[in-house]
């Protein structure tokens, strides 16, 4: 079982996706556990203020060094011991490589930033392996922390109905997947491959293949990971 600790301003806005499909199914079924904690909570100001102004100047309010430092020294004082990813548009990106490198970890933490981001300390004074979900920049890091989750839940055994529905997939060995069809056969005038029909197993592994081999090659640099 995989343990996910989220620390976040906004858990709410993380219920709906993680109680959804197949996330929510892999949760009830105890193959991961995912644990929202608010940052408010760990504020030691009467108004549970978590965010400032940042010194000398510029746009924007920052998180504040005291919830994050005291939410972590209470995980860990409740037997935290894993990995912890702080959420950064400057971070490593995160890809498929990374998801499979995560799925076979016991706990993972994930530090979701808001406004314009953290202070500093938080950054440097807690041991942080930064990262980024891709070259753009989100207002919080609770987006970041639904699509590392669902990425690496659905490796987990047990997640996905069919156990080898990962094993061909888009990313696998850096390939990109080949085209399915699903019912009907024929639709507003677009068919499926005649090769997928007639059941012969061989020919049908081979034009898969091609198909996606010829896609990687089309789009090398753009969708494909790692290599
Ligand atoms: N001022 C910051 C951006 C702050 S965005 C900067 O220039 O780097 C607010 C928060 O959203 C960040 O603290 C981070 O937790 C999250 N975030 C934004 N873009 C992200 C991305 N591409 N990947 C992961 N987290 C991101």
Not at 17 to 46: E, M, P, Q, T, W
Not at 137 to 145: C, F, I, Y
Not at 156 to 178: H, N, Q, R, V, W
Request: negative net charge; glycine residues 12%; contains cysteine.
């Amino acid at each position: 079982m995989l343990t996910f600790d989220v620390l976040t301003l906004f858990p709410e806005s993380l219920s709906g996706f993680l109680g959804s499909s197949i996330l929510g199914l892999a949760r009830a079924r105890g193959i991961v556990d995912v644990r929202l904690h608010n940052l408010r909570d760990f504020s030691a100001d009467k108004h549970r203020k978590v965010d400032d102004r940042p010194y000398g100047g510029g746009p924007g309010m920052l998180i504040t060094p005291e919830p994050v430092f005291r939410a972590v020294d209470w995980l860990e004082a409740h037997g935290f011991a894993g990995r912890r990813l702080l959420m950064t548009p400057a971070g490593r990106t995160f890809d498929q490589p990374f998801a499979q490198e995560l799925a076979g970890e016991k706990r993972v933490l994930i530090l979701c930033g808001h406004y314009e981001g953290f202070d500093h300390r938080i950054v440097e004074g807690l041991k942080w392996e930064e990262v980024s979900i891709g070259g753009y920049v989100l207002s919080g890091g609770e987006p970041a922390a639904v699509a590392i989750v669902d990425a690496v839940t659905r490796l987990l055994p047990g997640a996905l109905g069919d156990p080898d529905s990962p094993k061909d997939e888009t990313f696998t060995d850096g390939k990109i997947e080949y085209p399915q069809y699903t019912r009907p056969r024929e639709f507003r005038g677009l068919a499926v491959p005649e090769v997928l029909i007639g059941g012969n197993h061989a020919e049908i592994r081979k034009w898969r293949e091609e198909e996606s081999k010829r896609r990687t090659a089309e789009r090398r640099g753009q969708a494909t990971s790692g290599g």
